[in-house]
């Protein structure tokens, strides 16, 4: 490797005379760039408990009120970025939002893309640009960038969800905004994952030789992706990893133009080892008990519980429970990798 020049071995004039004129030179700082073999990373592997965010969760319901939050959020924060930082991995922001009954979360749009991912409660509801989107549990909503959303609560306990956003890469491109609207006023039709893409292969025949929505389908149920889970595992290998992509319907693309999601069963007893990437993700426990070992950090989980894969990590997924299958919800950064041409996966 070529031994390069330190920022030192240069004059003071010199130095003095770059930093006057707002100029740095590269090369003491081309391996911080661009560091040979593997990427110098920060994040850390690390593992949110549900039942330790739960109970803070509440209490912030009753320290502030919903008016004086606009998003009642708690955010996991790697503890491997700067202090304070609102990032899961460097890419991903993940928050937990608690909303209680009859409360509503006031309609506003921005430019981060967003996800939530129900964790608990019933009677919740997302409006997402006119469509009222019902919030059961296991449901991945989405509200991508600049469309309008609200969120509100007709039914009793709390209701909480998980929200996925690519704030990171939008407030890093200084493109981070908001805009405040009144409520929408819904539509009469229910959400489009109860009329019109109800089952895989099959899409609204008006929807044929037009141009393809960039989000015909903004809420994906549990029920049917669990369900789907199942099949699916029923007809794979036993060494293959039984994941299902969340994707639009009419394009077959990811949801979202920056992040991706998708499911895992663990099969009962099951050990999985998916293949090393490029992309960064955070992992949610929808149902079951297991372990998972992020480059070597060693992480026990239960049901609602949240872990962070960074970049290039191995990682291997053990279902505890040798009755029950396990299920897991996961959220990357491989779609951005993608449309930036630097997506890789390796054989170890």
Known sequence: MTQLGRLEDLPQDYRDALSARN????????????????????????????????????????????EKAERRVLVLSNPGLVPDAARATSTIYVGMQLILPGETAPNHRHTPSAVRFVVEGEGGFTIVHGEKCPMERGDLILTPALLWHEHGHVGS???????????????????????????????????????????????????LGRRKADYPLLRFPWREVRESLIAHADGSGERDVVQLAYVNPETGQECLPTLGFSAIMLRPGETARPPRRSASAVVHVIEGEGEAEVDGTALSWSESDTFAVPTHASLQLANRSTRKPAFLFVIDDAPMQRRLGFYEEFDA
Not at 178 to 200: F, H, V
């Open 23 to 66: 100029l740095l030179p590269l090369w003491p700082m081309l391996r911080g760039f661009l560091p040979h073999g593997r990427p110098e990373r920060r994040s850390s592997p690390v593992l949110w408990r549900y039942a330790d965010i739960r109970p803070l969760l509440l209490e912030a319901g009753r320290l502030t009120p919903i």
């Open 157 to 207: 306990g709390p209701v909480i969800w998980l929200d996925a956003l690519d704030l990171p890469i939008v407030y890093g491109a200084e493109a981070s905004y908001a805009l405040e609207g009144p409520s929408q006023a819904e539509g009469n039709a229910a959400d489009a994952s109860q009329t019109r893409y109800r089952r895989a292969g099959l899409v609204p025949y008006g929807s």
